[in-house]
């Protein structure tokens, strides 16, 4: 058995009159589905560092704080079946930030130059999640 791919995914929260997930669609892409920052932990990294560095390339937000670790996942890829080994961390964002935005992505991942439409949407939200991402939402402070 092949070791997990080990992952980190981002629930950045914040706190308007309800809280608010930050959430985002693949501009040109709808069957890719609306998601949370989340990705492939570095060699080099700590899962804080991925989940930090992950919300800034896919989202282009800066201004982040880690509040906790909130769950480990272990499911396979949807489509590959690899194993892999996601923690989800809720973090907090401030409130005057825009309420939804266009970002290329960077890094040198394989979403690298790709177009996000992001957007903060009331929870609990009213669809479900791109990949189960949603799974963990209850965890929520």
Known sequence: MSRPRIRVAAYVIRYRSVPELLVFDHVGMPDSGTQVPAGGVLPHESLEQAVLREVVEETGLTDVSIVRPIAVD?????????????????????TDGADAWHH??????????????????????????????????????
């Open 104 to 141: 290329h992505v960077r890094g040198d991942g394989e979403d690298a130059g790709l177009e996000f439409a992001c957007r903060f949407v009331p929870m609990p939200l009213a669809g479900r999640l791109a990949d189960a991402q949603d799974a963990w939402l209850s965890r929520i402070d």
């Open 74 to 94: 272990d499911s396979p890829h949807p489509d590959t079946g690899q194993p892999r080994r996601t923690t989800f961390f809720q973090l907090t964002v401030h």
